[in-house]
Every structure is written in structure tokens, then in C-alpha cells.
């Protein structure tokens, strides 16, 4: 029996499922252990005061926390939901001027970390922001600066996530169920309601708990408007926990419970809604879904979607871009200078250092996360393994929780005083953020190359093994040469989410070893508004150099005809 588990064809998916419960599930299962038994990690054995569990709703902060997140998370739910599902419904529908922006800006929204887009509307809307200075709208403070406000705003940056969710469902349609509606008398709007929507319950839930789930998780918009405005939430005050003095590991771990749960109840609302909403209805008479010109209002869409893009997108990064090549000049004055941008390097500046650090940490976490990647998807693909999906869930799992919860996981996990006798204390030093780093890519990796890999034949592998050829040369000769093009997409998707990633590098960041976010949010938060905004376009622009580059240096190209 023993050999029946733990076979040749089963030890690549245990060594994944080891890899996996070491990178992400131990460092979620420690938050829980931390309430329960809050002094393991630190040499001492006793039961918990569970009713600290309960404190939430005792302690003004804790309990402003939760009630800030919810409203942020709930509200963003709803308007998020209602304006992506909107947007998917009249692209699918109709053809107009501009509607490819649309596209674009949705793509943008999804790779620009959350700090970087609340960075631009704080540029914006605060006080002295571009809105007062050049617009005059003074007005725009007051507005943003409000829990409705925030709400508008993260909405407006977390719609992409229902647009792409019912775009995908919108893509075939059948076009009998709909007409058979308007034969029986319903009108355009009833047979909406009555038929369409039920079929696409799936989709709209679908990307209502990816809205939630990333809207109560974000700590980039509140790290960013903490600078004008005090709204906490749990994943900054857990973020402020562990920056106090003395640390308060309680409240963290207490926090960090409160926004699993979260996490956790949105995904079972998730799968429970899929399940009872599920409707096979495509068939063979399904057609792909082509927009047609609307016979009329075709320039109000154009319109209404081109004011929504500058909303979403020109907004933020807009006023990045003014904000970096702009100084204020007294009340309301402003003139053009090229001083931040001098500033990022000059007498050895911080920038330098903290993009050198980022890029480090992103290039290691791309090649390692690669490796495990591709492991996950092969053991997904073509294994017999037993527990695979156990291994595909585990590997979602990051996709979901909040960085910060993971960073106070491996703060728990790699502070051992037993792992520097085997010399594997990694909290304080840039392995523990490149682990880390790992962790949070795997998801993106594992998507990326499962795809690709589906579409490589497992009969490829199985006469290659007749012939006698070992793993590692059927891995080397086969699969890397036909997913070359999908692994360097992977990896480099792996790359540019792990330099700008804000919440596991504030967490885990050691002393005296700056990162590029790190120094972005704390020029943030210094208010020095236009170099941080001059940093991050440097940051950004180097970063896509690199990607470019390295797509340019690395993917297969086509021989000649």
C-alpha cells in the first residue's frame, strides 16, 4: 500500500502538494493557531481567551475596522457588480466608436496595483489636488473623501472583475431562447428579466465575490489615503498592528481571523450560488456573439463609455502624470519642472536601492514560481494523482486571501528560534519576500500554463515513456519546448505583479532594505505627492521595459515561410 501512494507516477503531486502547504496553507493555518493558541510561535503552550474573538465589537478601532470594511466591500459589491455587468451586456451587444478602449482600460485596471490607482484619485481629490488647483472644483475633496466616496472610487477600479466574468459568459448565445420570449408577447425588457439574466445568475456571482473578495483585501487604497484621510480598515490595521510598539500580535491575529472569514464566506456563497444556478443551456445551435451598430444612440454609448474610461483610467493616471511634472506655486499656482523626477536619484536616493531590491525579489519569485507552476499544472493536467484537486484549490488560495494575512502568516511561520540552528530564519532577510512572492504569483502561473498545457496531447508523453524516456527528458524535450511562448508570458506575469506588490512587502520588508512600493508609500505618505508620483512612473516604466525586453529575448518566434 505503501507503494501504491507514494509510486513513481504519484511523487511529483505529493512533492507539489508539499510545496504548496509549505508556501500557502501553513502560513493561513498559523493565523488560526495564533488565536487559539497565541503563544505557540513563541515558546509557550496555553489556550487562548477566545473571547478576544469578541472584542471586535468592544474596541472602538477594531470594531471601525470591520464596520469600514464591510460598508467598502459591500458597496463597492454592488456598484461594482452593476457597472461591469452593464458594461459586459452593452459591449457584447452592440458595436460603437471607442469600444476597444473599453478593452484596454479594463486590462489596465486589472495588472495596475490598487495602490498606484488610489495614489492618482488622492492626487486628485485631495485638498490642494489637481481638481482645486487647475479645475477648480473644490467640491471633488469633499465628495471622494467620504465612505461613499471610497466606494464610488474602488468601484470604479474593481469592475473589471464582473466585466470580464460576464463578457466570457456573453461570448456564445442561443439565439431561439430569447426569440421565443418576444413570440409570447414579452417585451425587450421582459425577456431580459425573465430569460437572460437567470442564465447568467452564474457569471454575475461569479464576479460579484471576485469584486468583494478583492475589494475588502485591498490594502493599497487605505495605505494610500491614509496620508488625507483616516478611514481604517482591517488589512491596514493589521498592517498597523505589527508597526506599533510594543507589536500587538493580538490584535493581528484577531483582525486577520475576521478577514478569512470574510474571504471564506464569500467563496461559499460563490460555490453555493453555482451550484443551485447552474444551466447548461449552449447546444449545437449556439452562435459566437458579434455586436451589431445600434440603429440609434450609438453616440451616447460612445460617450458614456469614453466618460467612464476617463473616470476609471484617466484619473488615476493622469494625475500621476501632472503630479510628477508640476509644483505648487502659492494658492492655485502651479508650474511645470522636471525636479522630482532629478530628485529620485539624486545624491544616492532611495528609488535606486528599492527598484534594484524589487527587481531581485521579482526576478526570483518569476523563476522559482515558474518551477512550481509548471509542476502544478503538470500534476493537474496528466497525473492520476489522487488528491489534484485538493493541489488546485490550495493553489487558488492566494488568488483570494489578502496579502497581509498571508505576510502575518510568514511572520509566524519563518521566526522560529529553532530555524537558525539549521540556518533557515528567514524573517528579516529578502528571502522570506521572494517565498512570499512565490506564493501570491502561483496562482497567475498555474492558470496561464494549465491553459496551455491542455492543449498539448497526453499521448505525446505516453510514447515517449514507451520509448523509454525518464521524467525529466520528456518534461525538457516535450512540454518546455511547446509551452515555451506560455511560460515566459507566465513568468513574466509573475514578475510584474511581485515588483509592485505593496501589502506582503510592507508586512515583511527587512530593516534597512527598501522595496519600490515601500518607497512610494512612504513618500506617500510623507506627503511628498510628486515624487512619489515621479517614482512610480520611473518604476513602472523600467518594470515594462524589462517585460518587453525580456518577451522580445525569450519567446519562440516563427521561422521563415
Known amino acids: 500500500m505503501f507503494a501504491r501512494i507514494f509510486g513513481y507516477g504519484n511523487r511529483t503531486g505529493w512533492l507539489v502538494l508539499a510545496v504548496l502547504v509549505l508556501l500557502i496553507l501553513l ?39 470591520l464596520k469600514n470594511t464591510l460598508t467598502l466591500g459591500i458597496g463597492t459589491t454592488v456598484l461594482g457588480t452593476i457597472l461591469g455587468a452593464a458594461l459586459a451586456t452593452v459591449r457584447s451587444n452592440w458595436s460603437f466608436p471607442g469600444a476597444k478602449l473599453l478593452d484596454g482600460t479594463v486590462w489596465l485596471l486589472l495588472i495596475t496595483p490598487s495602490f498606484i490607482l488610489a495614489q492618482g484619485w488622492v492626487l486628485f481629490a485631495a485638498a490642494d489636488g489637481l481638481a482645486s488647483r487647475w479645475l477648480g472644483w473644490d467640491w471633488v475633496h469633499g465628495a471622494i473623501f467620504t465612505p461613499a466616496g471610497l466606494v464610488a472610487v474602488m468601484s470604479f477600479s474593481k469592475f473589471p472583475f464582473a466585466y470580464l466574468a460576464v463578457r466570457s459568459a456573453l461570448e456564445w448565445k442561443v439565439d431561439r431562447l430569447s426569440e421565443a420570449g418576444r413570440l409570447n408577447g414579452g417585451s425587450a425588457w421582459t425577456v431580459w428579466r425573465t430569460v437572460q439574466a437567470p442564465l447568467l445568475l452564474p457569471a454575475y456571482f461569479s464576479g460579484a465575490m471576485l469584486v468583494f473578495m478583492d475589494a475588502v483585501g485591498d490594502f493599497g487604497l487605505p495605505a494610500s489615503i491614509a496620508a488625507v484621510f483616516r478611514f481604517p480598515t482591517l488589512p491596514y490595521s493589521i498592517y498597523s498592528a505589527l508597526y506599533t510598539s510594543p507589536i500587538r500580535f493580538d490584535m493581528a491575529g484577531v483582525l486577520s481571523f475576521y478577514l478569512v472569514l470574510l474571504i471564506a464566506l464569500a467563496m461559499s456563497v460563490q460555490f453555493y450560488a453555482l451550484r443551485k444556478s447552474r444551466f447548461d443551456f449552449l447546444n449545437s445551435r449556439a452562435t459566437r456573439s458579434e455586436p451589431r451598430k445600434p440603429s440609434r444612440g450609438g453616440a451616447w454609448l460612445a460617450a458614456v463609455n469614453l466618460l467612464i474610461v476617463a473616470i476609471a483610467a484617466g484619473v488615476p493616471f493622469g494625475s500621476n502624470l501632472v503630479s510628477s511634472v508640476t509644483r505648487a506655486n502659492g494658492e492655485r499656482g502651479v508650474s511645470f519642472t522636471f525636479e522630482h523626477y532629478g530628485e529620485l536619484f539624486r545624491n544616492g536616493g532611495v528609488l535606486s536601492e528599492g527598484l534594484l531590491h524589487s ?203
Not at 373 to 378: A, H, K, Q, T
Not at 384 to 392: A, K, N, W
Not at 405 to 425: C, D, H, M, S
Request: charged residues 10%.
Open 27 to 65: 502560513p493561513l493555518a498559523a493565523v488560526v493557531i495564533q488565536v487559539l493558541l497565541p503563544g505557540v510561535f513563541f515558546g509557550t503552550w496555553e489556550l487562548g481567551d477566545l473571547s478576544l474573538l469578541l472584542d471586535v465589537f468592544k474596541r472602538p478601532l477594531w470594531y471601525q475596522s
Open 359 to 561: 527587481l531581485e525579489i521579482a526576478a526570483g519569485a518569476a523563476l522559482i514560481g515558474a518551477l512550481v507552476g509548471f509542476l502544478v499544472s503538470y500534476v493537474l493536467t496528466y497525473s492520476t494523482f489522487s488528491l489534484r484537486q485538493t493541489v488546485d484549490v490550495i493553489s487558488l488560495i492566494s488568488l483570494a486571501v489578502p496579502g497581509v494575512v498571508l505576510g502575518i502568516g510568514y511572520i509566524f511561520i519563518w521566526n522560529q528560534a529553532w530555524l537558525e540552528r539549521i540556518g533557515l530564519l528567514l524573517y528579516g532577510k529578502p528571502a522570506i519576500l521572494v517565498l512570499a512572492s512565490v506564493a501570491g504569483a502561483i496562482p497567475v502561473i498555474t492558470r496561464i500554463l494549465t491553459g496551455a498545457m491542455a492543449k498539448v496531447p497526453r499521448s505525446l508523453l505516453s510514447a515517449a515513456q514507451m520509448q523509454g524516456a525518464p521524467f525529466g527528458r520528456r518534461l525538457r524535450t516535450i512540454l518546455l519546448p511547446l509551452l515555451r511562448g506560455a511560460l515566459v508570458s507566465a513568468a513574466l506575469a509573475a514578475f510584474g505583479a511581485s515588483v509592485f506588490d505593496l501589502a506582503t512587502t510592507s508586512i515583511l520588508f527587512p530593516p534597512n532594505f527598501m522595496t519600490l512600493p515601500v518607497v512610494i508609500n512612504k513618500a506617500f505618505e510623507d506627503l511628498r505627492f510628486g515624487y512619489a508620483a515621479a517614482a512610480t512612473l520611473t518604476g513602472g516604466g523600467v518594470v515594462i521595459a524589462i517585460i518587453f525586453a525580456a518577451e522580445w529575448l525569450f519567446k519562440p518566434r516563427r521561422g521563415p515561410k
